[in-house]
């Protein structure tokens, strides 16, 4: 059964936008410059440590993961920046992805870089430019669970690739009590609840279980998800809403999901010398192994999904603003440099541990404010 239920840590609430006379302002899409229109360059004021420049309605959609950590740079920026609505829209990464190649968004939220093909499609998009990822959200994919009496749980990547595969089916199966000696593990039926939705939060979390644990995964990493068995439902606030009211119930989902419904996550037995929490701290040091692995200015990261470094978390994903490196259109260009510059800032990565995220290491923060600057 599908459900969806909106997540409310640190929800801002938005509004209905009127899109009706206003300016709606797209990557590459329509040249309606009703509303008021922009100036190109835009006329240029600061607030803060905010630059605002241009004017108008951004859309934006895609990954549900970073839905935390948007809707609270749109509530700063938008407090500093009154001439620019900023509407993002937790569709998914696929969804996102798909809407942005047609044309309907100012940038995509995708925690998957863009596939090859992807890439050629965004050419038809963005005139003489294409479609980069500009990495700008870290942080821990969570194991959520609902196990009565059980507050601590540690398990490992094999176990988990065998419970979501649907090989391990109750919570006292001899493979969990050998990782929890002291649990009082119940004879609990498990429901493993996955994303019907193709996400970026599945891809990240199937390449995981795919390069830790590839005899009992035998599953390609990918957005939609593949396994067989198990339960659906839409987006990480549908997965993490099911996991907080059912018995037996686990999941994957981005960290802020688990904070916001006191859900208990899982320890990974990595094979460090002792399990590792889920948290922004830990998700930091696995991301700092990261490589980028993109040319030109596509900041496409590799990510080391099989670190045994002390205290690291590996199951870490890394959503990508993912915009048009260059042919972008006059009226839209100065307002999406303006939001990407401010969330890529100190100030707007600051914000982002007391979400449960991980700021961007320091190197590849650099190199993506200089990219949106160079974006034309």
């Given at each position: 059964?599908?459900?969806?239920?909106?997540?409310?840590?640190?929800a801002?609430?938005?509004?209905?936008?009127?899109?009706?006379?206003?300016?709606?302002?797209?990557?590459?899409?329509?040249?309606?410059?009703?509303?008021?229109?922009?100036?190109?360059?835009?006329?240029?004021?600061?607030?803060?440590?905010?630059?605002?420049?241009?004017k108008?309605?951004?859309?934006?959609?895609?990954?549900?993961?970073?839905?935390?950590?948007?809707?609270?740079?749109?509530?700063?920026?938008?407090?500093?920046?009154?001439?620019?609505?900023?509407n993002?829209?937790?569709?998914?990464?696929?969804?996102?992805?798909?809407?942005?190649?047609?044309?309907k968004?100012?940038?995509?939220?995708?925690?998957?870089?863009?596939?090859?093909e992807?890439?050629?499609?965004?050419?038809?998009?963005?005139?003489?430019?294409?479609?980069?990822?500009?990495?700008?959200?870290?942080?821990p994919?969570?194991?959520?669970?609902?196990?009565?009496?059980?507050?601590?749980?540690?398990?490992?990547?094999?176990?988990?690739?065998?419970?979501?595969?649907?090989?391990?089916?109750?919570?006292?199966?001899?493979?969990?009590?050998?990782?929890?000696?002291?649990?009082?593990?119940?004879?609990?039926k498990?429901?493993?609840?996955?994303?019907s939705?193709?996400s970026g939060?599945?891809?990240?979390?199937?390449?995981?279980l795919?390069?830790?644990?590839?005899?009992?995964?035998?599953?390609?990493?990918?957005?939609?998800?593949?396994?067989?068995?198990?339960?659906?439902?839409?987006?990480?606030?549908?997965?993490?809403?099911?996991v907080?009211?059912?018995?037996?119930?686990?999941?994957?989902?981005?960290?802020?999901?688990a904070?916001?419904?006191?859900?208990?996550?899982v320890k990974?037995?990595?094979?460090?010398?002792?399990?590792?929490?889920a948290s922004?701290?830990?998700?930091?040091?696995?991301?700092?192994?990261?490589?980028?692995?993109?040319?030109?200015?596509?900041?496409?990261l590799?990510?080391?999904?099989?670190?045994?470094?002390?205290?690291?978390?590996?199951?870490?994903?890394?959503?990508?603003?993912?915009?048009?490196?260059?042919?972008?259109?006059?009226?839209?260009?100065?307002?999406?440099?303006s939001?990407?510059?401010y969330?890529?800032?100190?100030?707007?990565?600051?914000?982002?541990?007391?979400?449960?995220?991980a700021?961007?290491?320091?190197?590849?923060?650099?190199?993506?404010?200089?990219?949106?600057?160079?974006?034309s």
């Amino acid at each position: 059964m599908k459900l969806q239920r909106k997540n409310r840590l640190r929800a801002v609430a938005l509004g209905a936008i009127a899109v009706s006379g206003a300016l709606v302002l797209t990557a590459c899409g329509s040249d309606d410059n009703s509303g008021g229109g922009s100036t190109g360059g835009g006329s240029t004021k600061a607030a803060g440590n905010i630059k605002c420049e241009g004017k108008g309605q951004l859309l934006a959609s895609g990954s549900s993961a970073q839905k935390n950590a948007m809707d609270l740079w749109v509530k700063n920026f938008m407090a500093a920046c009154k001439d620019i609505q900023i509407n993002y829209k937790p569709t998914g990464s696929g969804a996102g992805i798909q809407e942005f190649l047609q044309g309907k968004t100012a940038f995509a939220g995708s925690d998957s870089a863009l596939k090859p093909e992807e890439v050629a499609k965004s050419k038809e998009v963005v005139k003489g430019g294409q479609g980069i990822n500009l990495p700008m959200v870290g942080g821990p994919i969570a194991i959520g669970y609902n196990v009565p009496g059980v507050d601590n749980l540690v398990l490992d990547a094999d176990t988990l690739a065998k419970i979501f595969d649907g090989k391990i089916e109750k919570w006292n199966d001899e493979a969990i009590a050998k990782l929890n000696k002291d649990a009082k593990l119940p004879d609990l039926k498990i429901q493993a609840f996955h994303r019907s939705d193709e996400s970026g939060t599945t891809d990240n979390f199937t390449k995981y279980l795919k390069a830790a644990a590839d005899k009992s995964w035998p599953y390609e990493p990918a957005k939609a998800w593949k396994a067989k068995g198990g339960q659906s439902a839409d987006g990480s606030a549908g997965v993490s809403s099911q996991v907080k009211q059912t018995q037996g119930a686990i999941s994957y989902f981005e960290l802020s999901y688990a904070t916001a419904s006191s859900i208990k996550t899982v320890k990974l037995n990595t094979g460090a010398s002792a399990p590792v929490e889920a948290s922004s701290e830990n998700a930091s040091k696995a991301i700092a192994e990261a490589k980028i692995a993109g040319t030109g200015k596509d900041l496409a990261l590799k990510l080391n999904y099989t670190t045994k470094a002390e205290g690291a978390y590996p199951i870490t994903l890394v959503t990508y603003e993912i915009a048009g490196d260059q042919g972008n259109k006059a009226e839209t260009l100065p307002a999406v440099k303006s939001f990407l510059s401010y969330i890529a800032s100190a100030d707007g990565q600051s914000v982002l541990k007391d979400l449960g995220y991980a700021p961007l290491p320091a190197e590849i923060a650099t190199k993506v404010r200089e990219t949106v600057a160079s974006l034309s």
